[in-house]
């Protein structure tokens, strides 16, 4: 696994998540807000935690889907629950769920930074889903490949500004996710999404199967390197394993695995991770009393001193009362001066 702190200076782009393979998210509903009433049962005794305020880091094993990693603790009573970050059934890693107030986060934890993955992709082969879950399409003699051919290519990977998003992949046409097309046999014009790669290394090689990681900016389709390799190649290349090990600003290192809290649900409250905390470069801005009876109403307050930009294009902030997140706010020009706007309210 890479330090936390090394990882962190590769991830400052800007995108979506990695999308649903072959296997995607279906009906089990992980989006902000979703009503869950269930409780664990542990030694015969029924476990209702009160809602939770924050960030989950969970590893999630690969086999099952993201949402349904959401399931156990969707059954510790938290009523609103969601994720920021699909990982594709096959993948593993990091995965960010938000509880409670920590569900307006989404988008900013989405466009606040990158991720990092290693994976292993397999030459000679290509599949309708760009992995070794897919239907074969071709298979193609690679022994004329060379290891310093792929390492040549794995390094063209920086130089990357767009890729093809996969036809089995969460993006939408006319209203439509691709997959949902895909699997019915109907064909949609191929997408193109912008990107950027920081750091691409060649990790081991045992030809045909080639180890690699990847700094990139959220959103990458790391299915689409291992496919463009292949193609680069003349011999095709599915992707066979996948570990995202950073999703910006959290690593492995502070991820559980989520039958933690199928095993002892009293854990949960000691793990999640603070509102304000789950976006470290977010300036805070404490409030008086007073103000924060005006944010409670929507009602904008003045900056009283520079604050500092949030690094990520926008003059952004959480408002603090008596040390707990308030609101999200931006600063904005006003006749007035210089004030925070709120955004989005946390109270409730």
């Known amino acids: 696994m890479v330090n936390k702190d090394t990882l962190a200076q590769f991830c400052r782009s800007q995108g979506q998540p ?12 992980s989006g902000s807000g979703t009503a869950v009433t269930s409780a664990t049962l542990r030694d015969g005794k ?3 935690l009160p809602q939770q305020h924050g960030v989950l880091v969970l590893n999630k094993p690969s086999g099952p889907t993201s949402a349904r990693c959401l399931t156990a603790i969707k059954r510790l009573g938290q009523k609103k629950i969601g994720h920021a970050g699909t990982l594709d059934p096959l993948a593993s890693g990091v995965l960010l769920v938000l509880l409670g107030q920590a569900t307006k986060l989404s988008g900013h934890l989405l466009s606040g930074g990158g991720k990092v993955y290693s994976g292993v992709l397999r030459l000679g082969q290509t599949t309708d889903t760009w ?10 003699p690679w022994q004329h490949i060379g290891v310093e051919d792929v390492r040549r290519e794995v390094a063209s990977w920086l130089d990357l500004t767009e890729q093809a998003v996969p036809s089995y992949s969460a993006a939408k046409h006319e209203g439509q996710p691709l997959y949902k097309l895909a699997r019915k046999g109907l064909e949609a014009p191929q997408k193109i999404k912008r990107m950027k790669i920081s750091q691409a290394d060649v990790l081991e090689t045992s030809l045909p199967f080639v180890s690699f990681r990847v700094a990139c900016s959220s959103g990458t ?11 680069r190649l003349g011999c095709g290349a599915v992707l066979t394993e996948l570990t995202r090990e950073y999703s910006h600003p959290f690593g492995l290192d502070v991820a559980r695995d989520p ?3 199928t095993a002892d649900p009293t854990l949960l409250p000691g793990c999640v991770i603070p509102v304000e905390d789950a976006l470290p470069h977010w300036p805070r801005v404490d409030l008086t009393l007073e103000e924060a009876a005006r944010v409670r109403n929507g009602i904008a307050v003045p900056c009283r001193t520079p604050q500092a930009d949030s690094g990520d294009g926008e003059d952004l902030a959480f408002l603090m009362e008596q040390g707990q997140a308030l609101a999200l706010a931006k600063r904005e020009a006003t006749a007035a001066g210089p004030c925070w706007a709120v955004l989005r309210g946390l109270w409730n």
């Open 18 to 29: 990695e999308s649903p393979s072959r296997t995607p998210e279906r009906d089990s509903g």
């Open 46 to 48: 029924a476990y209702a």
């Open 131 to 140: 992995d070794i879950e897919g239907q074969v399409l071709e298979e193609t």
């Open 221 to 231: 389709y790391i299915r689409s390197l291992a496919h463009s390799l292949g193609m």
């Open 259 to 261: 039958a933690d809290f």
